[in-house]
Structures are given as structure tokens and as C-alpha cells.
């Protein structure tokens, strides 16, 4: 009669499975987003050998190697949160090599018909620092025969929650929903609120969403937000989130 499987191989072959589906939910997301893309270059194209011959190895656009990107950087968080539910005896270590190895997968899926040579090192990079930002602000696991403190969220986090995208936030108990354009400005004040570097320069927010000759506010015209969730940073012309 087999062994009954004991309480931590049943953790590890359920982490296993838990980091299996991120990278399988990944690559079906940034198949979906080069899909997209290439839909759209061949859109308005009547002859398909033509479009061939006319651009075999079309550039990414910018807003695409975006979206791949992001969803790359939101899987590393995923698998820094797995590590960090699971209370491995070294999350980061594992969250890393996790990590490593989804940039690999991606690698390999795509190394043909879609370059990725800038875009992946890049979103790999963000996501090993912002899941060694998770882990380390992580409160570390009760020691045996003591009793955990109950947990209590900090009013920061309590009263900020954003969606998976950022189209939609709840914050001070007030729900919001935000355009494109307000929700990739959000989204960056967040990752660097969360990196430990709130501040942000206007020409660094206005690269974001590609509108450098335009103005911060202007994305906010209306929005009640403006001035109350994004503020003024110490400095002229930079912004913070008031969370």
C-alpha cells in the first residue's frame, strides 16, 4: 500500500500545480495580445503572400510590447504571492527561479515570427524586483507552538485596492472607474509606490500612456481623483499616489 502523501508533499505538489497555471495563463494572454497584433497588420490586406513579402518581420508596436509586458510583470507578482501564501522555507529564492523560468517559456515559445529580444529581459527584470519588494515586506510566518497575531491590513492598503488592468479602484470606500489613459498613470504610481519610490516625474507618466506633449492633468480633466488620489510630489512637476 502506497504511502499516504504527508501535509508538505501535498503543499509542494499543490504549489507546483498553483505556478503551472500562471505560466500557462501567461502564455495564453500574450498569445491572445501577438494574435491582436497581427490581426491588425494584416487588416485592410487583400492578398496575404503580399503582406508577407511586404513585412516578414514586422516590429511589435510599442503598445503591444507594452501589454506583454505587463502581463508578464503581473505574473511574477502572482508567483512572489504563491511563494509567499505557501511559506517556503526560502520564497525568494523559489519566486526567482519560477520567475526565470517563465521568461525561458516565453523565450522558447516565441522565438520565432515575434521578437521579444528588448520587451522580455526587460519585464523579467521588473517582475524579480517587484516580487523581492513583496516578500521582503511579507510578514514572516508564526514560529511553532505560538500564536499567529491576527492579521490587520494598514489603512494604506485597506483604502487602495485597484482591478487586475486598473480600469477600475476602490479607494477610501469609494468606487472608480478609469479610462485607459488614467488607469496606466495609476498603475505606474502604484508600482513605484509599492517599489519604495512614490515620486514620479511628468515626462516619465506622459511616456506612459505615449502623450509626452501633453499634460498630466489633462488625463484627469473632470475626474475627481485629481488632486485628492494623484498629488503634487515634493518637487515640481512630479506625482505621487495619497495612499
Known amino acids: 500500500m502506497p504511502a499516504k502523501p504527508t501535509r508538505r508533499h501535498r503543499r509542494q505538489s499543490a504549489l507546483i500545480s498553483l505556478a503551472q497555471a500562471v505560466r500557462d495563463k501567461v502564455?495564453?494572454?500574450?498569445?491572445?495580445?501577438?494574435?491582436?497584433?497581427e490581426a491588425e497588420l494584416r487588416r485592410g490586406e487583400d492578398d496575404f503572400s503580399q503582406f508577407m513579402e511586404r513585412a516578414p518581420s514586422p516590429e511589435p508596436m510599442p503598445i503591444t510590447q507594452r501589454k506583454i509586458g505587463k502581463l508578464i510583470v503581473a505574473a511574477c507578482r502572482d508567483l512572489a504571492h504563491l511563494a509567499i501564501a505557501h511559506e517556503r522555507r526560502d520564497p525568494q529564492g523559489w519566486a526567482e527561479a519560477e520567475i526565470r523560468a517563465l521568461g525561458t517559456a516565453i523565450a522558447k515559445e516565441y522565438r520565432v515570427g515575434f521578437d521579444l529580444d528588448k520587451t522580455l529581459p526587460a519585464a523579467i527584470a521588473d517582475g524579480l524586483h517587484e516580487s523581492r519588494v513583496l516578500i521582503v515586506v511579507a510578514p514572516a510566518p508564526p514560529r511553532a507552538g505560538r500564536t499567529p497575531k491576527k492579521k490587520t491590513s494598514s489603512p494604506a492598503t485597506a483604502a487602495f485596492q485597484p482591478s487586475r488592468d486598473y480600469r477600475s479602484i476602490q479607494w477610501r470606500g469609494?468606487?472608480?472607474?478609469l479610462t485607459s489613459n488614467q488607469a496606466a498613470i495609476v498603475e505606474r504610481l502604484h508600482e513605484e509606490h509599492i517599489a519604495g519610490t512614490p515620486v514620479v516625474g511628468k515626462a516619465g507618466l506622459l511616456s506612459t500612456i505615449q502623450a509626452e506633449t501633453s499634460r498630466v492633468r489633462d488625463s484627469f480633466k473632470g475626474s475627481p481623483l485629481w488632486r485628492t488620489l494623484i498629488v503634487l510630489g515634493e518637487r515640481r512637476g512630479t506625482y505621487k499616489l495619497d495612499i
Request: glycine share 0%; net charge negative.
Open 174 to 177: 469609494q468606487h472608480y472607474t
Open 27 to 37: 502564455l495564453a494572454d500574450v498569445s491572445e495580445v501577438i494574435a491582436e497584433y
